[in-house]
């Protein structure tokens, strides 16, 4: 599974602005930073803003921080704040009346699997991904 291009954006924004501490994070510096275009990622963080994960702050030396502490941001409301998550745990074959009372030829493969990604993004949170020893080199 890939998240789309906006999560996984999205998600590296939260990390560098929780790996790096600084305080304030002009848009200017995060679009140089994370090489990610000036419009695409101000709309990023706008989403983010509007999610109560990011908070803008206003004026000459302003720019955006993290609204919540990082053990309080798990990897899944980072990705619903910018897109539709039931896209990822939704029927594999793209069937809207698969269920467990009506499943489709894979439901019973699929399942698990859809729940074990459920879980991860649900319980792994940005605490847990800056422990990493190998996070994300900016």
Same mark, same amino acid.
Request: charged share 25%; net charge negative; proline share 4%.
């Given at each position: 599974?890939?998240?789309?291009?906006?999560?996984q954006y999205a998600i590296r924004v939260v990390s560098y602005m929780a790996s790096k501490k600084e305080g304030l994070?002009?848009?200017?510096?995060?679009?140089?930073?994370?090489?990610?275009?000036?419009?695409?990622?101000?709309?990023i963080l706008t989403t983010l803003t509007h999610s109560g994960i990011v908070q803008s702050v206003q004026g000459r030396n302003g720019g955006f921080t993290l609204r919540k502490p990082v053990n309080d941001i798990p990897l899944l409301e980072i990705v619903r704040a910018v897109e539709d998550v039931e896209k990822y745990f939704g029927c594999v074959l793209g069937f809207d009346q698969?269920?467990?009372?009506?499943?489709?030829?894979?439901?019973?493969?699929?399942?698990?699997?859809? *729940?074990? &990604?459920?879980? $991860?993004?649900?319980?792994?949170?940005?605490?847990?991904?800056?422990?990493? *020893?190998? &996070?994300?080199? $900016?």
């Open positions: 599974m890939n998240l789309s291009n906006t999560a994070y002009p848009a200017a510096s995060l679009t140089e930073e994370l090489k990610v275009s000036d419009k695409y990622l101000k709309r698969c269920s467990d009372d009506h499943p489709c030829s894979v439901h019973e493969y699929w399942k698990p699997v859809r *729940e074990h &990604i459920r879980h $991860f993004l649900s319980n792994t949170t940005m605490a847990d991904v800056m422990q990493n *020893e190998n &996070i994300l080199k $900016f």
